[in-house]
């Protein structure tokens, strides 16, 4: 039972573009958020974060909303650069689960020059 | 400060040789993490670790055991390795309290065969 749902495998935008990557989650106790990317060989490094007191959290080209009665997430990134080019991890966490990262499947993301 | 680094970076097992992973951190941080990723599967928690001498299982531990004899190393044991068990691993660490992110590491692919 996946408590955290990457529905996109894959995601393919011009550059310059706005790239949209969603996340959708079925915990309700979840209460921090993050994304993470992902390059071929390499650990997952973290991008951004929002806690659930809030529902919009920007840095630079990437910006994360959640809509909480949803239970969804979303990254943005305005513009998509080429080296954006990645796969893209969503996860959740709760302090009732001392806050482990549940992952989603990933999204790979590819930005076309 | 080289954050989180894992050893070694590739490895080749038989069926029922066993093999020690190791990680290591420098930035003082109290959790540690081992996960491994399967294709279309994101990254499941194996075992972690809230501080020095306590270990506690995750999602998928059946198989491996773990170590934290020092704070800056969390060490992964495999005793009798399986095929099931080929997969990319990864460790991370994190901060007792907030924010929540883990830094992860570059990985360990091991195949099994």
């Known amino acids: 039972d996946q408590q955290v749902k990457q529905n996109s495998p894959s995601l393919s935008v011009q550059e310059g573009r706005i790239s949209i990557l969603n996340c959708d989650y079925t915990?309700?106790?979840?209460?921090?958020f993050l994304w993470y990317k992902k390059y071929p060989a390499e650990g997952p490094t973290f991008l951004i974060s929002?806690?659930?007191?809030?529902d919009k959290n920007e840095d630079g080209r990437f910006t994360v909303f959640l809509n909480k009665s949803a239970k969804h997430l979303s990254l943005h990134i305005v513009p998509s650069q080429p080296g954006d080019s990645a796969v893209y991890f969503c996860?959740?966490?709760?302090?009732?689960?001392?806050?482990?990262?549940?992952f989603g499947s990933g999204t790979r993301l590819l930005v076309r020059p | 400060n080289a954050g989180v680094t894992q050893t070694p970076k590739f490895r080749v097992l038989k069926t029922g040789q066993s093999m020690t992973l190791l990680c290591a951190q420098d930035?003082?941080?109290?959790?540690m993490y081992w996960y491994r990723q399967d294709p279309g599967m994101g990254l499941r928690l194996i075992h972690y670790?809230?501080?020095?001498?306590?270990?506690a299982k995750g999602e998928v531990p059946d198989g491996y055991n773990v170590s934290r004899l020092k704070k800056q190393n969390f060490l992964l044991g495999l005793e009798s390795a399986a095929p099931s068990q080929t997969s990319v691993y990864f460790c991370?660490?994190?901060?007792?309290?907030?924010?929540?992110?883990?830094?992860f590491g570059p990985g360990t692919r091991l195949t099994v065969t």
């Open positions: 930035m003082n941080h109290e959790y």
């Open positions: 929002i806690s659930s007191i809030k």
């Open positions: 915990n309700s106790m979840f209460d921090y």
């Open positions: 996860a959740a966490s709760g302090m009732d689960s001392s806050y482990k990262l549940i």
């Open positions: 670790s809230v501080g020095e001498g306590t270990t």
């Open positions: 991370a660490s994190r901060t007792s309290g907030a924010p929540y992110e883990q830094y």
